[in-house]
Each structure stands twice: as C-alpha cells, then as structure tokens.
C-alpha cells in the first residue's frame, strides 16, 4: 500500500488557496493537502514536515515563491515544486532550471492541468502515481 502523499500549497489569495485545495483533494489517489497563506509560513512549515510537492504562487508579499524554493534548496529539500504565477511563465524558465522546480503554470489554473502537473510530479519522483 502507498503512503497518503503529503502537498503543501502556498498562495496568499484565500480564494486559490480555496480552489486548489479542492482540487488536489479531488485527486483519484488521495492527498494530505496543507495550505499556507504566505512564503514564511511555508517555509516554517516544509522545514518542519517532509512534504512530497509544494504548490507555489511565484508572486507573494514578503517571502515570495522563489525566495522559497531558494531557501528550501538551501537547506538541503529536494521536495518537488510547481510555481503558479499570474505574470507569465515564459521570463522564468531560467529560475525554473536553477532550482529544480518541476513545472510553471500561468493562472488562471484548469482544475485538470494542476491534477495532471501534480501526478506527473509525484511519480517522477517516488515512480507511483
């Protein structure tokens, strides 16, 4: 039997966060979804617990998506990450490649495209999806 996979989704817009709780809780497998309302608490929080994926919004006050990733590499996490962002992803590609993150997606999100990234991540890295 698989182990329940553990996401972490940080956005500071309730209403994402909202969204893509639903939608990663609407998973055929199942997932623990944890959800943060800014970089800094996601950070504390990936620190503290392993997390299989961490949904992130590239754009946040104060510790934004990137800074995250950034310091998550920093102390050694390899968990994967996709970065949602409503700036466009194309300028980021090279930020992509430094930090390993798995994927970039513009908003607005189709509910089937952020289940896909997700699965897709998670099999790449425990091989099940």
Request: glycine share 6%; net charge negative; aromatic share 4%.
């Amino acid at each position: 039997m698989v182990e329940q996979r553990q996401i972490l989704i940080a956005d500071d817009d309730p209403a994402v966060l909202f969204i893509l709780r639903a939608a990663m809780e609407g998973m055929e497998n199942g997932c623990a979804i944890v959800t943060a309302q800014s970089g800094a608490e996601a950070l504390e929080l990936v620190v503290a617990h392993p997390f299989d994926l961490v949904i992130t919004d590239v754009r946040m006050p104060g510790l934004d998506g990137i800074e995250l990733v950034e310091a998550m590499r920093a102390s050694g996490l390899t968990v994967a990450v996709i970065w949602i962002t409503g700036y466009g992803c194309y300028n980021l590609r090279a930020e992509c490649e430094r930090l390993h993150v798995y994927c970039c997606l513009d908003k607005p999100i189709r509910i089937s495209e952020i289940r896909r990234s997700a699965e897709e991540a998670l099999a790449a890295i425990t091989g099940v999806v």
